[in-house]
């Protein structure tokens, strides 16, 4: 899960775009070394709805922005792209 918001939080800050295409993810992870050996401990099933837990938190997040931009959100609130896991100010592994 921090794999693939890193990736996307890279994509978002360096190239200004938003990444919520579940089929593009699913392209890249076919490609990824890394993504093929996460795949094969957490099994097809778990990873697809990891991706896309992820894919829902970055639509929601490109949601917030495109109201903040039509003035339908408060002032104060701020959209922040979704973040990676963490407990104690650490980054969860993968696998709990």
Do not use: C, H
């Not at 490109?62 to 973040?83: D, I, S, T």
Request: charged residues 35%.
């Amino acid at each position: 899960m921090n794999m693939e918001d890193y990736r996307r939080r890279q994509l978002f800050f360096v190239g200004g775009g938003i990444d919520t295409d579940m089929r593009l993810a699913r392209e890249i992870t076919k490609v990824a070394l890394e993504y093929q050996e996460i795949k094969k401990v957490l099994g097809a099933k778990n990873f697809d709805k990891t991706l896309r837990r992820v894919s829902e938190a970055w639509k929601s997040f490109a949601e917030l922005l495109k109201e903040r931009g039509e003035g339908r959100l408060p002032p104060w609130l701020k959209p922040r792209p979704p973040g990676y896991r963490k407990r104690s100010g650490e980054r969860l592994p993968i696998i709990n």
